[in-house]
């Protein structure tokens, strides 16, 4: 099992990035998936999720609006479309998987981790 995120970078507040999450080993929509981050000093959160089963997805309630979670099944591959960038969001952003399927915010639900991408905001 693998995870490679890429798009991560340098952006100034207001703009947009969009993560990829490639998965490799096994089938991305039997899989519940998520992205979290982690700031300098402060605890991993969960950012998005979505489930496997009917396609439910989780925000924290500060991206909402503002994040959008979405997967290609033919591509195997997880997105994170991030408009409205604050200098807030700035973090390592990681992508998981979760072989129950579920849709958790809880890192400890997630068995597999790719190694992260930095995005820093700019004010």
């Known amino acids: 099992v693998q995870l490679v995120e890429s798009g991560g970078g340098l952006v100034q507040a207001g703009g947009s990035l969009r993560l990829s999450c490639a998965v490799s080993?096994?089938?991305?929509?039997?899989?519940?998936i998520g992205w979290f981050r982690q700031a300098p000093g402060k605890e991993r959160e969960g950012v998005s999720c979505?489930?496997?089963?009917?396609?439910?997805?989780y925000y924290l309630d500060s991206v909402k609006g503002r994040f959008t979670i979405s997967r290609d099944n033919a591509k195997n591959t997880l997105y994170l479309q991030m408009k409205s960038l604050k200098p807030e969001d700035t973090a390592v952003y990681s992508c998981a998987a979760d072989p129950a399927g579920s849709i958790s915010s809880r890192d400890v639900s997630y068995d597999y981790w790719g190694q992260g991408t930095q995005v820093t905001v700019s004010s």
């Open positions: 979505i489930s496997s089963s009917d396609g439910s997805t």
């Open positions: 080993g096994f089938t991305l929509d039997h899989y519940g």
